[in-house]
């Protein structure tokens, strides 16, 4: 379930749990901060789209600029102080025009990043917590099954 709600194959899920066991800590919640901290579920959460399939079709496309360098690859980690921006070709699309307009009347509830609709930019202020997440994921299960 947490796979397909990320949308990742089962390799790449194998590979951010072994990670997850490889560090100190609760292996559960590691592996649920290395997924919050993927740049398309970052895109999703701030609701610049209304999916993550479309957050990583966004980011593939290449309509993101990541601490000013061109990005299409929807996986990168982000890190505190990390800045994104839509680019400015892309600002221009209609998408982001009715986008801007729509999110200058809402405000983010994600605590480990801001977003300015105005400038359609966004900054890494933190790291997720297991509290940020607000799906009913069972880690520790996950931990297990893979451990095997």
């Known amino acids: 379930m947490v796979k397909r709600m990320y949308g990742l194959l089962e390799k790449q899920f194998a590979r951010i749990v072994r990670e997850a066991e490889r560090r100190t800590g609760n292996s559960g919640e590691i592996m649920l901060v290395q997924l919050e901290q993927r740049f398309d579920n970052a895109v999703y959460r701030l609701g610049i789209a209304p ?49 801007s307009a729509d999110l200058a009347n809402s405000s983010s509830q994600v605590r480990w990043l801001t977003f300015d609709a105005k400038k359609l930019s966004g900054k ?19 931990i297990e099954f893979y451990s095997r």
């Open 124 to 142: 890494v202020t933190g790291l997720p917590a297991r509290e940020d997440i607000t799906e009913e994921i069972r880690e520790q299960l996950i």
């Open 51 to 99: 999916s993550r399939q479309s957050a990583r079709q966004l980011v593939t496309h290449g309509h993101f600029m990541l601490n000013g360098r061109r990005v299409d690859i929807p996986s990168i980690a982000l890190k505190p102080g990390d800045e994104f921006v839509v680019r400015p070709k892309s600002a221009s699309n209609a998408y982001f025009k009715q986008l």
